[in-house]
T-cell receptor
Framework: AQSVTQLDSQVPVFEEAPVELRCNYS??????LFWYVQYPNQGLQLLLK??????LVKGINGFEAEFNKSQTSFHLRKPSVHISDTAEYFC??????????????FGKGTLLTVNP | SQTIHQWPATLVQPVGSPLSLECTVE??????LYWYRQAAGRGLQLLFY??????ISSEVPQNLSASRPQDRQFILSSKKLLLSDSGFYLC???????????FGSGTRLTIV
């Protein structure tokens, strides 16, 4: 079974500051990892994903994430945030092989609030 | 390109009334389809998923049901809504574990 832990439920930062949203996962098989963003009253939008290869993954809106297999982590980072980055962020894991249901397991989310 | 449509955007229903939420996908065939519920402070809860027409898997026991009458149509229903059914309902689709999900815009359901 897979699980995802997002270590911070809320992260307040000031505009133009760097931010890191932390995500740890557990799985007995190789995995695919994802970060999603959700703006108020909207669906989730894919920010980036790690499938294989380079452990540093770049996504939309200037976000990037680093896959660390030894620490089973997939932390999301942005060097300088904007007010418009205020949203909830979800980390998710999918089993890399086997089965046809392609189920994603989501973390509970981290609310990023960017203050002026 | 593929698109996913979900409606209505908001819905206010009295306790005990029926429910039907619809989700359709365009531009792809034989997608996997999912219904999630998001309640305040509880993250995303997978309710149902479907890997093909007429194939429904339920993740949690509840008074909701799902159906997939056509390849790209996924319907969430209830015969009698409870107050605890309030929440934000999201439909999603994928065609592979490495693609992640594409989500609809959601339905805000309030039971009064």
């Amino acid at each position: 079974a897979q699980s995802v832990t997002q270590l911070d439920s809320q992260v307040p930062v000031f505009e133009e500051a760097p931010v890191e949203l932390r995500c740890n996962y557990s799985s007995s098989v190789s995995v695919y990892l994802f970060w999603y963003v959700q703006y108020p009253n909207q669906g989730l939008q894919l920010l980036l994903k790690y499938l294989s290869g380079s452990t540093l993954v770049k996504g939309i809106n200037g976000f990037e994430a680093e896959f660390n297999k030894s620490q089973t982590s997939f932390h999301l980072r942005k060097p300088s945030v904007h007010i418009s980055d205020t949203a909830e962020y979800f980390c998710a894991v999918s089993g890399g092989s086997g089965g046809s249901n392609y189920k994603l397991t989501f973390g509970k989310g981290t609310l990023l609030t960017v203050n002026p | 390109s593929q698109t996913i449509h979900q409606w209505p955007a908001t819905l206010v229903q009295p306790v005990g009334s029926p429910l039907s939420l619809e989700c359709t996908v365009e531009g792809t065939s034989n997608p996997n389809l999912y219904w999630y519920r998001q309640a305040a402070g509880r993250g995303l809860q997978l309710l149902f998923y479907s890997v093909g027409i007429g194939q429904i898997s339920s993740e949690v026991p509840q008074n909701l049901s799902a159906s997939r009458p056509q390849d790209r149509q996924f319907i969430l229903s209830s015969k009698k809504l409870l107050l605890s059914d309030s929440g934000f309902y999201l439909c999603a689709w994928t065609y592979g574990a490495n693609y992640g999900y594409t989500f609809g815009s959601g339905t805000r359901l309030t039971i009064v």
